[in-house]
Every structure is written in structure tokens, then in C-alpha cells.
């Protein structure tokens, strides 16, 4: 029986990655690299050093550590500068409503993001003490496809992984959830996923009991 419910963050509650997209894009400019949304989607639930690595295979080029490092930097200034815009507004289509049903049906809510700055996020959308549990980037040694960061908010919720659907739109977000003993459901980019037990285009419109009956 499901009693929680695991939100990504960036793709499901907000859509911060098409900041993410931008920012990548414009470091990606200032290296020569032709940087494309197929490349970007790849980079979805990972951190933010893997995603470099992502963009970087697509030059010949070697850098230290070192400058990595100063790269994933100036993305994350450039990706602060966008989420600077960010307010309650690009809270995603039928996210809250989603959210709101769960509560009512007794359900937990918890934040599982791979990103360190989802406190800020949360804060700029106004749902910092909205959840009952976050776990994110900060909390983590291993980004999603690991399940570490979902068993977190599992456990700060005190529920145990096979009661928690976690809602992702990236593989490896429904990787992790898998890997975790939890339910997924795929939403967009993630749709296609062979691991997902439900699947949806977004929360607009989808309602948490039906899909509930549908998991049986
Ligand atoms: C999320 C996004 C990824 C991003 C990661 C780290 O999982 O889907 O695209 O790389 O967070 O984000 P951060 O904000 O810490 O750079
Ligand atoms: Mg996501």
C-alpha cells in the first residue's frame, strides 16, 4: 500500500530545467561545444558534475579538475541568475493539485532532487515548509540513478521505501526508484521508461486515486 508520495523537483514541481538547458547552453557556447536538448536530457536527475561530464564528451578537449570544478561553477552562477526570476507562477500545471490530493487522501509528500539548490528553489516558489520531508543534492555522496537521495526522504518521512510512489520525468529518476523498492511513475522525457509502473505526459489533469486503483 502506498503512503508516500516522493517528488522530483526540477521537471515535476517546477520547470527549472529549462534554466538548467540555458545555463548548460551558454557555458557550453564559451567552450565551442554544440550543446543540443537531446544532450540536456541526458543530464536530467544527475548532478551537477556528472551533467558536466555529459556536456564535456562532446569535445576533444581535457581539462583538470581544477577547471571543472570553475566550469560547474560559472553554470550554477549563470543557472542562480535565471532561478533568480523564479516565483509561485512556474510552479508546474497540476502539481499542487496532485499534491493537495495526496495529503487528503492521508498520504506523506516529500522533495527527492538531486540539485543543492533546492532550498532555494522551494524558497522562490513559496513551498519551503509546504512538504513534510526534502531530501536533496546537499544530503547525498550519490545522484539518482543511486536510490540514496529517495531512501533519505523515505526515511525522514519514517515510511518504508515499498510504501513510496516517487514521481520523476527522468531516467534516472525512475532508475533510482526502482533501484530503491519503490513504485515510479514516468512523467514526459521519462515516459518511455520500461521501468516505470505508471506513466502520465504531466500532473496536469492526473489524479493520485486513480492511479492508485490502477497499481491495485
Ligand atoms: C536535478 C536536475 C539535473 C541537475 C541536478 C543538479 O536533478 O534534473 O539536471 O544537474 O538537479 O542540480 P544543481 O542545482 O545542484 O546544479
Ligand atoms: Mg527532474
Redesign the pocket.
Known amino acids: 500500500m502506498i503512503s508516500a508520495v516522493i517528488f522530483d ?3 515535476v514541481i517546477v520547470s527549472t ?1 529549462e534554466y ?1 538547458f540555458q545555463a548548460w547552453k551558454e557555458l557550453a557556447k564559451e567552450l565551442g561545444i554544440d550543446f543540443s536538448r537531446e544532450d540536456n536530457s541526458r ?6 558534475m556528472e ?1 558536466l561530464e555529459v556536456l564535456l564528451e562532446k569535445t576533444e578537449q581535457t581539462f583538470s579538475n581544477d577547471e571543472k570544478l570553475a566550469m560547474a561553477e560559472k553554470k ?1 552562477s549563470i ?1 542562480r541568475d535565471l532561478l533568480d526570476r523564479l516565483s509561485p507562477d512556474q510552479i508546474l500545471p497540476g502539481a499542487l493539485n496532485f499534491a493537495e490530493e495526496s495529503r487528503k487522501l492521508g498520504l506523506k509528500i516529500a522533495v527527492g ?5 533546492t532550498p532555494f528553489i522551494l524558497k522562490k516558489i513559496g513551498l519551503s515548509d509546504y512538504f513534510d520531508a526534502v531530501a536533496d ?1 546537499n544530503d547525498i555522496q550519490r545522484s ?1 540513478p543511486d536510490p540514496q537521495v529517495f531512501l533519505i526522504a523515505a526515511e525522514r518521512l519514517a515510511v518504508r521505501p515499498a510504501e513510496c510512489l516517487v514521481v520523476e520525468d ?1 531516467d534516472a529518476g525512475v532508475e533510482a526508484a526502482k533501484a530503491g523498492g519503490m513504485f515510479a511513475l514516468a512523467l514526459g522525457a521519462a515516459k518511455g521508461h520500461p521501468g516505470a509502473d505508471l506513466r502520465a505526459d504531466s500532473l496536469e489533469r492526473l489524479s493520485i486515486e486513480k492511479l492508485l486503483r490502477e497499481l491495485g
Do not use: E, F, P
Not at 543530464?43 to 551537477?48: E, F, K, N, W, Y
Open positions: 523537483l526540477d521537471g530545467d538548467h543530464q536530467r536527475g544527475v548532478s551537477r551533467s550554477n543557472y532532487s538531486s540539485s543543492r539548490n543534492g539518482k527522468a
